[in-house]
């Protein structure tokens, strides 16, 4: 059956002093609405100025697919790319409600249940080490079983190795806090924002020895010319039993393939924001098995990237282990019509009561939250 969209528009939502929300929707000529996240911190200006001449090469078509339109999206950068990325997720939205069936049964339900980790770094304001273990205390509260933080404020990629070590001692001392709170039995894994270099990710990984984390997130700038400095950092990560965690912003599947050939990560976190959306993310996954590296869907940001990294990780045949922010803001909740399930244990219901994304944002509360902050 031919569909064709008629209107696009983005809406951005400054929700904390940190973190800005970019929504876009489409509407197609049944009037029925598609919502997808674009969602890029520090590049909401740069998606703007572009978002006019993206939706020139969607609009008035008609597709029989939403892979259709996605031949005439462009993903040569970041930006480009969490446009495009965003358009994807609003057209499965549109395809499941017009087809009567979820993003999840369409690319074939597997799991009902999805295993989440709390990503809390966002919502520590905090970063005293009393304020971090506040804030662990009720993460542990909630039964997460793997949590996430990203401790090293003080470390900046142009310091030298020296500044580097000196610098990185008060994130020592937050991952040490966070241990003593969660205990020997619960995962810590340790997002480093690619804030090292070589030396000093070895460095960091023998002052991390006793901690026992279950995983090292981005410890160096992911570019081609550093893929035998990460491969050596795994080997010496998995020397300590620490997993080695990265490419959350790499696009498309074709962005991941010489980090695979060369062996660089046991675990890869694509995001739905800027891969290439839901059915790029399920051609990631089949790659990944190919290699047998660990596919774990980036997704620290807003409600509906939420939501549809949901419906693709209920889709996946290996359960597979999903980030979500934890209590950023309770704009999470109040700017969808319904909230997406509430996670008990650190386990998500996957929503099936509607079709399409099974959610949506309720725009009398968008509006809202946008003229007062635009």
Not at 115 to 141: C, H, M, P, W
């Amino acid at each position: 059956m031919k569909n064709k969209i008629i209107y696009a528009d983005i809406f951005e939502v400054k929700v904390t002093e940190k973190t800005t929300w970019l929504f876009i929707k489409l509407i197609n000529y049944q009037n029925i609405v598609g919502w997808g996240e674009a969602t890029l911190q520090g590049k909401s200006k740069e998606i703007f100025l572009i978002k006019d001449q993206i939706f020139e090469l969607i609009l008035n078509k008609n597709f029989t697919s939403p892979k259709d339109l996605k031949l005439n999206l462009p993903f040569q950068n970041i930006v480009q790319a969490s446009i495009s990325s965003s358009i994807m997720q609003c057209l499965w939205d549109i395809q499941g409600k017009v087809e009567n069936k979820t993003i999840s049964s369409m690319f074939g339900k597997e799991n009902n249940l999805i295993q989440t980790y709390a990503n809390f770094n966002r919502s520590t304001y905090d970063r005293s080490l009393n304020g971090i273990k506040l804030k662990a205390l009720e993460v542990l509260r909630d039964g997460y079983e793997f949590i996430k933080f990203a401790p090293f404020d003080e470390v900046e990629p142009s310091m030298k190795k020296s500044e580097m070590l000196h610098a990185m001692q008060m994130g020592l001392k937050r991952i040490n806090v966070i241990r003593d709170v969660f205990g020997p039995q619960i995962n810590i894994m340790i997002d480093c924002h690619w804030r090292f270099n070589y030396l000093s990710s070895i460095e960091l990984i023998k002052e991390c020895e006793s901690f026992n984390l279950y995983w090292l997130e981005c410890p160096i700038i992911e570019h081609s010319e550093n893929i035998n400095s990460i491969k050596k950092i795994r080997d010496k990560a998995n020397n300590q039993g620490i997993r080695l965690a990265g490419l959350e912003k790499k696009i498309l599947k074709e962005g991941y393939i010489e980090f695979l050939k060369a062996g660089t990560y046991d675990v890869m976190m694509p995001d739905i924001k800027y891969a290439g959306g839901p059915d790029e993310l399920i051609n990631i996954e089949k790659l990944f098995n190919l290699y047998e590296v660990e596919f774990s869907p980036h997704n620290p940001s807003g409600p509906i990237a939420h939501g549809h990294t949901l419906q693709i990780c209920s889709s996946i045949k290996n359960n597979t282990l999903m980030e979500t922010q934890y209590k950023e803001t309770p704009l999470f909740d109040l700017l969808l019509n319904e909230p997406n399930p509430k996670i008990i244990y650190g386990k998500s219901k996957v929503p099936d009561n509607n079709n399409g994304l099974g959610n949506s944002i309720n725009e009398t509360n968008l509006k809202k939250v946008c003229n007062y902050f635009l």
